[in-house]
């Protein structure tokens, strides 16, 4: 029994520890396999190394004592040359007595520990592995450490490879094999996953574990077999790494120096690594796509913030051509070195900006224009087709390239309703090239930036239509009127893009008297200029014609119920009257207010005073109740007439202006005092009170000062 046992058992006699019994285990325990003999000391048995490590000296200690002893996880080299191998092993000591109690010997017992021993450092090994994957080492370090980590675990020479399979799973690439030769890892770099692609295209295209004990003979090694002869490999044991769904990650596969079937504990290995390294991989893919989605989030948060940036400073001006240019500063040198945009302008080519490194290269860009007929320049091709031109190379045709270095172009068009009507051209330079996240980023700012500049053009065309029609309802200049000094202000809401509805007239009268008359209209733009219109003309038509002020508005009233609805329906406030100078100085002054604000009239003491006045506005009734008023002013006297759009201005809070603050202001007008010394006074104290803010509603002002004789 104890012959065929796998646990080891001696019994050593006398001093010498001749051996009178043992089994084949102790003799390969020893190291005496080859020399396995029983009545001769067991010192003649053992190699010189093992004797040396105290085994014999161990024996003595027990023979003389007569005490036990225990040996455990007790290294032994085992074998010789290719066979050699590490062995533990857990022996016992026990003296033998005769019947006397005398010690005679000493009996051996033992069992190897060696598949323990592995079996611990393997778990210890296998955790050290999974806490580097836990801590997210880099990939190659976990499979390097996992492959060194077989080897050295193996009972027998053991070369470890682990491939990775590409994202499509065609392919596999070098992962980890620190101890196959560089020359035959370069060489299966990159092999398909295919049946017959040797042990481990074959295991990948399979998703199952390959086994090739004889590499010599097996035909999945047919295109490889001289390879693996170079590379002294024997046999290949390939697992496929699968991932959670069965995708395809990688092979983890065990190499041999000789032909050898694996054993299931083998097999068993190969599983729990191939485990392992699916772990890894997987965790690695994942940080990977979390690290190059934050890329990806935070290159949309550069671009987001560059376009947010840029489309501020395009609409940061109303102008036309700035807008350009300021498209032209934007790009150069976020997007490229050089940008230059082209607009068409009455059938030509126009250069509006040129934007480069240094003020030699600006001049050389700014010198340089397309021809609008020429076939072989970019910025032609793309205002003729309204798409996107890119090339790395310089443009064609005419330029300084050369001078400038040019290795690139991107030019892009800016689009009305489908129509180019200008292009925006980045230039670039040495190494640096437009790929398709320029080309994206470029188009849509060229996007935002035509729309700027058509907002700008639309609205510089708008204002220039608004001021001239305004400026034909109102005087060009103020008529110089005999013993009358007269100032006018007029100021629009907003941004000035609609046409007032507040206005204001001064002319003769045949009989040698002057009309003169200010007032609102309800509304603003065109239907506000239409009646602005019937109004004064209206005025204008009958004033010589009619016995005074009265009858004149009554006339006006009854254009306004008579005007076509097309033409507007807004009622009207005004001030109208006659003024006559008064020989030896000062004006008499005979009016109507229909509904508008009170007149102030400043005397010598300069206190404004409102001048009552009753009458209705004008629009709403056939029977206006109007009555004429007559005031006469004194040399250095004033009245006022403004619209209620001063009043009512209000400053950041919402207050309004209101008629204390306009008597405050008037009150400080010098003295004596000028038409535009009031016209000063009011305006400035406006706009000091509403501040940096714009005007809700037209101010309009006339300001009647009679002057003395001696000043006709």
Known sequence: MFGQSAGIFASLAGPAHVVEDANAAFFTAIGAEGRARTGVPLGQLLPRDVGERGLLSLLDRVYRSGEPRTGPDTRMVLGEGASRREAFFDFGYEPRRDAGGNVTGVFVTGVETTQVKQAQR?????????????????????????????????????????????????????????SLPDFYNQAIDGIAAGEGVGSCGTAAHRREPVIVSDIA?????????????????????????????????????????????????????????????????????????????????????RDLAFLLAASTSLSADLDYSETLRRLAAACAPALAPLCTVDVVDAGRVKRVAAVAPDAREERLLASHLPVYDAVDDAVVRVLATGLSEVARRAPTGPGPWQDLGVTGYLCVPLLDRGEAFGAMTLLTTGEH????????????????AAS????????????????????????????????????????????????????????????????????????RGASAA???ALVRHTARAVAPLLP?????????????????????????????????????????????????????????????????????????????????????????????????????????????????????????????????????????AVRAFTGAGGIDDDQAALVLTATAASDR
């Open 122 to 178: 393997l778990t210890a090994e296998h955790r050290a592995l999974l806490e580097q994957i836990a801590r997210q080492a880099p990939l190659d370090q976990v499979l390097d450490g996992m492959a060194r980590t077989i080897e050295d675990l193996a009972p027998e020479e053991v070369l470890v490879s682990v491939l990775l399979a590409t994202a499509d799973g065609r392919h596999l690439r070098h992962g980890a094999a620190p």
């Open 548 to 684: 005074g002020p009265e009858a004149v508005v009554r006339a006006v009233n009854k254009a306004l119920l008579d005007r076509p609805s097309s033409h507007g329906t807004g009622f009207v406030t005004l001030v109208y009257g006659h003024l006559n100078p008064v020989a030896g100085g000062g004006l008499d002054l005979t009016f109507v207010r229909a509904g508008h604000t009170h007149p102030l009239l400043i005397g010598a003491g300069h206190t404004p005073r409102a001048v009552a006045s009753d009458g209705l506005l004008l629009g709403i009734t056939r029977a206006p109740d109007l009555t004429a008023r007559h005031i006469r002013l004194q040399p250095s006297e004033s009245l006022l007439l403004y619209t209620d759009g001063i009043t009512e201005a209000r400053d950041g809070d919402g207050e309004q202006f209101g008629e204390e603050r306009l008597a405050e202001a008037l009150a400080t007008t010098p003295r004596p005092h000028t038409a535009a010394d009031v016209i000063t006074c009011l305006t400035r």
């Open 530 to 532: 239409t009646t602005t």
């Open 217 to 301: 003979t097996d035909p999945f090694w047919d295109d490889f077999r001289d390879l693996a002869g170079k590379a002294d490999l024997a046999a290949c044991w390939s697992t496929p790494i699968l991932a959670r769904d069965r995708s395809l990650l990688g092979t983890f596969a065990m190499y041999h120096r000789a032909p050898r079937a694996p054993q299931e504990s083998d097999l068993a290995l190969a599983r729990v690594f191939a485990d392992t390294a699916a772990l890894a991989i997987e965790r690695h893919q994942a940080e990977r796509a979390r690290a190059a989605a934050e890329a990806r989030e935070e290159a949309a948060r």
């Open 433 to 448: 090239a437009v790929d398709g996240h320029t080309v994206a980023l470029a188009e849509e700012l060229a996007r935002r």
């Open 452 to 523: 700027a500049a058509l907002n700008a053009r639309q609205y510089t065309q708008r204002a220039a239509l608004a001021r001239d029609l305004q400026s034909g309802l109102l005087l060009p200049r103020v008529p110089a009127v005999p013993g009358t000094d007269i100032a006018a202000h007029y100021h629009p809401a907003g941004e000035g893009l609609d046409i007032g509805g507040d206005f204001y007239d001064v002319f003769p009268l045949d009989d040698g008297t002057w009309a003169f008359m200010l007032g609102d209209v309800c509304g």
